[in-house]
């Protein structure tokens, strides 16, 4: 069936570095992508509202500058968390809709140090 | 404010047991109620979905109740397996009139052999 293909899985990075997480839609175009970020034991949160060839939609207390969302195609979203700091460490998923529904991605687990 | 309320947060069952999540909402406009069932490490996977036109909706040993006045729906897992053991999340979107979906707490379900 239709695939949600997040990468990478797993991402330590450095304080003040920057990180790229990918999610692609596989055998579907996904005009509309979602990006959540999960902490332990807690539900996902709703970031940003990603949209092929127009800004990202972010929702009250996401900083945008700091975590650039990016949908060129209709097969690719990405998240880039900029100038990263250790309270940025979390569980990072996507999810593409896809009639009736919503499909997710395989999460990315970010660790700054 | 919390657009979709799940109960319990946790929840312990015996092998071949019955395991029953509860979530309620309040927003009408919801026509779109998914479970999700998430594994650690791993992104939310749909287990099972109901439209809000059914009162009931059976896959294998799940089944979602809904109940439309009382604007309440829960999961039943029967015979369940410590394979089982995960976390489920009930969820509400308005696909017909948009993107907004929204998650439950989360319940951290426990199957003991």
């Known amino acids: 069936g239709a695939v949600v293909s997040q990468h990478p899985s797993r991402v330590i990075c450095k304080s003040g570095t920057s990180v790229k997480i990918e999610c692609r839609s596989l055998?579907?175009?996904?005009?509309?992508m979602f990006w959540y970020r999960q902490f332990p034991k807690k539900s996902l949160m709703l970031m940003a509202t990603s949209n092929e060839g127009s800004k990202a939609t972010y929702e009250q207390g996401v900083e945008k500058d700091k975590f650039l969302i990016n949908h060129a195609s209709l097969t690719l979203s990405t998240l880039t968390v900029t100038s990263a700091h250790p309270e940025d460490s979390s569980f990072y998923i996507c999810?593409?809709?896809?009639?009736?529904?919503?499909?997710f991605g395989s999460g990315t687990r970010l660790t700054v140090v | 404010q919390q657009q979709v309320k799940q109960s319990p947060q946790s929840l312990i069952v015996q092998k071949g047991g019955i395991s029953i999540i509860n979530c309620a909402y309040e927003n009408t406009a919801f026509d779109y109620f998914p479970w999700y069932q998430q594994f650690p490490g791993k992104g939310p996977a749909l287990l099972i979905a109901i439209r809000p036109d059914v009162s009931e909706k059976k896959e294998g040993r799940f089944t979602i109740s809904f109940n439309k006045s009382a604007k309440q729906f829960s999961l039943h897992i029967m015979d369940s397996q410590p394979g089982d053991s995960a976390t489920y999340f009930c969820?509400?979107?308005?696909?017909?009139?948009?993107?907004?979906?929204?998650f439950g707490t989360g319940t951290s379900l426990t199957v003991i052999p």
């Open positions: 969820a509400a979107s308005m696909l017909r009139t948009g993107n907004q979906f929204y």
């Open positions: 055998d579907f175009q996904a005009t509309t």
């Open positions: 999810s593409a809709r896809l009639d009736p529904g919503y499909t």
